[in-house]
C-alpha cells in the first residue's frame, strides 16, 4: 500500500465501510491514523484509538470504561437473539461481578502446575499432525495444523468427547465472525445458528458432567458447574455461555497465533534464519530453547495480533488523548496499531524475534487481560517450535488466503510442501 492510499483511507476512516486493501494490510492506515488523528471521531459517534498510551489509559480505568456490550449490541444482532444472549453473557464482554467470579472459576483450573502438566499431551498432539502431513509431503498450515492444535486443547480442557468435536471450527468460526464491525444477512443467519446448536450440544454435555463429574483442578467445565466452595454459582445460562466463550476464544486467536508465525517466517527469510540459528545453538538446552521460542512467539504476537480490536463504552464524561468523551461514547481500542507504535516499540515495523521487554497488548491488560496467556504461549512455542525442526525447509505451495477480518487477523488457507 503506497502512503497516498494509506492517507486516503485514514482521511475517511470508517470501521463500517474498510476497502479490501485495508484487510490486506492495515497496517499502513493504523500509522497514518495514529500520526494525524490518533482518537479519531468515527461517522457513527465512536472513537477509534491507535496509540499504545491511550489503550493502556482505557484497560486500566475499569470504572469509567465499560465493557458490558447490551447497550451496543443490541441493535446490532436483536435483544432476545442467540448472539446477542451469547455475547452479552460472556466474561470478555462483561463487567464485575459476573467477569469476576467466571474469571476467578477459569484461572483455578489454569494454574502454573496444571498447564505445564499439559505439555507432554500438547506435544504428541503437534507431533501427531506433523507425521501426517509429513507422510503426505505437506499441507495446510491452517487447516491440517494451527486450527487442530487448539481445537483439542481447549476440548480436552473441557472434556469434550473426541467424536463431537468436529463441528467445533465452524461454531467458533460463525460465531465470532459475527463480531466484525459490519455484519451480513448470511453472517448474523450464520452466527445465530452456530451459536442455537452449540448451546443444544453443551446441554448434553452439562447434563453428563453433573452426573459423572471430572477433576475440578483440570476439567474447566466441572469446576464451572461446582462453582466455589460456599460461594455463588453461576446460573445455567451463565455457565453454557461461557463454555462457548472458552471454546472460541482457545480456538480462533491461537490458530492466528500459530498461522501467523509461520506465514511471517516466510515472508522474513532473514528472520527464520535467525530463529533456526539461535535454536540450533541452544539444542539440548530446553530452558534457553523455551527463552527464544518465547521471544518468537511474543513478537508474532505484537506484529500481527491474533485480535486487532476492543471495545469499551465510557460510562460517565471523561478524556481520552486530551479529547472529551461524553458518557456513553462507544471506545474501539486499535490493537493492531499500538503494537506498532513507535513511542512503544523500537523499530515497530520490523519483526525482531530477538526484542526483549515486548509489552504488547495482544492479550489485553488489566482486569480484562486474556486468561488463558499462559496457555496460549505454550500452545505457540510448542507447535512452532516442533515444526520448524521437522520442517526446517518448508515452503509455502500456493498465496495464503487471509480470513478477510478486521478484528481477528489470521488466516483460512496455506498449503505448504515440505522441500
Not at 472459576?105 to 501426517?132: H, K, N, Y
Amino acid at each position: 500500500m503506497t502512503a497516498a492510499r494509506a492517507q486516503a483511507i485514514a482521511a475517511g476512516f470508517d470501521l463500517r465501510a474498510l476497502p479490501a486493501d485495508f484487510l490486506a494490510n492495515p497496517y499502513p492506515v493504523y500509522a497514518a491514523l495514529r500520526e494525524s488523528q490518533p482518537v479519531r471521531r468515527m461517522p457513527d459517534g465512536s472513537v477509534f484509538l491507535t496509540r499504545c498510551a491511550d489503550l493502556m489509559a482505557v484497560y486500566r480505568d475499569a470504572q469509567t470504561f465499560s465493557s458490558d456490550k447490551q447497550v451496543e449490541f443490541a441493535p446490532k444482532y436483536g435483544v432476545g437473539s442467540p448472539l446477542f444472549e451469547h455475547h452479552t453473557t460472556s466474561l470478555v464482554f462483561n463487567d464485575p461481578p459476573l467477569h469476576t467470579r467466571v474469571r476467578r472459576l477459569i484461572m483455578g483450573a489454569l494454574t502454573r502446575r496444571a498447564i505445564a502438566e499439559m505439555e507432554p499431551g500438547l506435544i504428541a498432539l503437534v507431533d501427531q499432525l506433523l507425521d501426517a502431513m509429513e507422510a503426505r509431503g505437506g499441507g495446510d498450515l491452517i487447516e491440517d495444523f494451527a486450527s487442530a492444535i487448539p481445537v483439542e486443547i481447549i476440548g480436552n480442557l473441557l472434556d469434550v468427547p473426541r467424536e463431537d468435536r468436529g463441528p467445533l471450527r465452524a461454531w467458533s468460526l460463525a460465531i465470532l465472525g459475527a463480531l466484525e464491525p459490519t455484519l451480513t444477512p448470511q453472517q448474523q443467519a450464520l452466527g445465530n445458528q452456530a451459536v442455537t446448536e452449540m448451546l443444544a450440544y453443551l446441554r448434553t454435555l452439562v447434563a453428563a458432567r453433573r452426573r459423572r463429574p471430572g477433576d475440578p483442578e483440570r476439567d474447566v467445565l466441572t469446576r464451572l458447574i461446582q462453582g466455589e466452595a460456599g460461594g455463588e454459582q453461576l446460573s445455567e445460562v451463565e455457565l453454557l455461555q461461557n463454555c462457548i466463550f472458552l471454546l472460541n476464544a482457545g480456538h480462533e486467536t491461537t490458530t492466528n497465533l500459530i498461522g501467523n508465525g509461520l506465514i511471517a517466517l516466510q515472508e522474513f527469510p532473514d528472520a527464520r534464519e535467525g530463529l533456526q540459528r539461535a535454536l540450533h545453538d541452544c539444542a539440548g538446552d530446553a530452558m534457553a530453547e523455551e527463552t527464544v521460542l518465547g521471544r518468537a512467539v511474543d513478537e508474532f504476537l505484537r506484529f500481527e495480533s491474533s485480535n486487532q480490536l476492543g471495545n469499551r463504552r465510557a460510562l460517565k464524561d471523561t478524556q481520552v488523548g486530551g479529547v472529551d468523551l461524553a458518557a456513553g461514547t462507544l471506545v474501539t481500542l486499535c490493537i493492531g496499531a499500538a503494537n506498532r507504535d513507535p513511542a512503544q516499540f523500537a523499530h515497530p515495523e520490523v519483526l525482531d524475534l530477538t526484542r526483549e521487554g515486548n509489552k504488547h497488548l495482544a492479550f489485553g491488560f488489566g482486569i480484562h487481560q486474556c486468561a488463558g496467556l499462559s496457555l496460549a504461549r505454550l500452545e505457540g512455542r510448542i507447535a512452532i517450535g516442533r515444526f520448524l525442526q521437522r520442517f526446517p525447509d518448508y515452503g509455502l505451495s500456493a498465496a495464503p488466503v487471509r480470513g478477510g477480518r478486521a478484528r481477528f487477523r489470521g488466516f483460512l488457507h496455506a498449503p505448504f510442501s515440505v522441500r
